[in-house]
């Protein structure tokens, strides 16, 4: 399959990858309004397009949170990455250093921690979840720190996991699941050669090296589904603050009075984010709640946004709404599956060429010149 565009991966995935994978990256919570509702929304934010400007010289070149990138761009957390290809997190960890661009690991990453900061060889990020284990909590964070990690990304959407169902349909859970998904990957020979058996072990190294014996599938999702605390609220995350020497961004915010409050939690930076579509379908999309939240708090802390972002022009678009980065996530998970560590390079490429394209167009040379002027 030829990829000329960054929306070509994702055929080339569902192609690849056995339906409990696709459906399980590709799918969002109930009826998928909300993850529909994120690729809609950006779409109505339209760039005027100027003419007889210099745009001779374009820099994508930015810096967040003290470092320095070639474009505002991130790749998200995006849990067992390494089912997707053979050591998944280690191919997007080589492909963002490439790149010169922060990639965000998962706690539920198949890779430790320890594997993907070697096979980057630069700084990465790393996201936590809030969990009822704080043993888990603390381990993960002291490891992260004595690596080197200095950004932490603590994803605070998911009390509960949201409602699924595709991943019932498909036999990511389910009766008779494990079956499904034998049964599955002998119909995806490709996968089943690169991942199934050249991938092992397919374990959840972060969590792995807390409880001291193997994590597969099965207990990914027993564990986490016991380990979610819908208890939690801001008090709860303060000792995390005080805990942590680095950057803090709090990941899953959709409303201003939250984004006020991870201003006085401490937090240095918000990503506005309905997690994909995939937690409360209905909720408002990030490109309509994005603009609101900037203003409130864009003086005080840096705020960042994910979903729906699959192109060049959809990142100037969430830049001209506010965002001073933009996270990339189903979006290189479809390059990952369909062609591995070069079809992450290959859609960075894209992503960087369809921001040139977009900002010459728009008669803009700079990223810190996208700004709510450049739209209609």
């Not at 320095?68 to 080589?94: F, N, S």
């Not at 374990?203 to 819908?230: C, E, M, V």
């Not at 899953?252 to 579509?277: F, K, T, Y």
């Not at 979006?331 to 070069?342: C, D, H, P, R, S």
């Amino acid at each position: 399959m030829i990829v000329s565009s960054p929306l070509d991966f994702r055929e080339a995935a569902r192609r690849r990858l056995p339906p409990f994978l696709f459906d399980y990256v590709d799918g969002g919570a109930f009826s998928e309004e909300t993850m529909d509702a994120n690729r809609a929304a950006l779409k109505t934010v339209r760039p005027r397009q100027r003419v007889l400007r210099d745009v001779s010289a374009l820099s994508l070149e930015t810096r967040i949170l003290g470092e320095t990138m070639d474009m505002p761009v991130m790749l998200a957390p995006i849990g067992l990455g390494g089912m997707m290809r053979r050591r998944g997190e280690l191919q997007v960890a080589r492909a963002a250093r490439a790149a010169n661009v922060p990639y965000i690991l998962s706690t539920v990453s198949v890779c430790p921690l320890a594997d993907v900061i070697a096979a980057s060889g630069a700084p990465i990020w790393f996201q936590l979840y809030v969990l009822k284990d704080r043993g888990f909590m603390r381990h993960a964070l002291e490891r992260a720190q004595a690596m080197g990690v200095t950004k932490l990304v603590f994803t605070v959407d998911m009390p509960l996991p949201g409602a699924r169902y595709r991943d019932a349909h498909s036999g990511m859970s389910g009766p008779a699941a494990p079956m499904r998904r034998m049964l599955q990957a002998v119909t995806h020979p490709r996968w089943a050669w690169d991942v199934g058996l050249l991938g092992r072990p397919h374990d959840l190294g972060n969590i792995s090296h807390y409880r001291q014996k193997p994590t597969d599938l099965a207990d990914y999702i027993g564990w986490l589904g016991a380990n979610f605390d819908p208890s939690i609220t801001w008090s709860d995350l303060e000792w995390i603050r005080d805990f942590w020497q680095g950057e803090m961004i709090v990941k899953g915010v959709l409303d201003a009075a939250d984004a006020r409050d991870a201003v006085r939690l401490g937090a240095d930076g918000v990503i506005v984010s309905n997690h994909g579509g995939r937690q409360l379908d209905g909720a408002i999309s990030t490109a309509e709640a994005l603009p609101a939240i900037a203003d409130a708090v864009g003086d005080e802390l840096t705020v960042l946004v994910d979903g729906g972002v699959r192109t060049g022009l959809d990142v100037v678009r969430m830049l001209a709404l506010g965002a001073r980065g933009v996270l990339l996530g189903r979006a290189y998970i479809y390059a990952l599956a369909a062609e591995g560590e070069a079809g992450v390079t290959r859609l960075l490429d894209l992503i960087a060429q369809g921001m040139k394209v977009t900002m010459a167009l728009s008669g803009v040379t700079s990223v810190k010149d996208i700004t709510r002027d450049m739209l209609v």
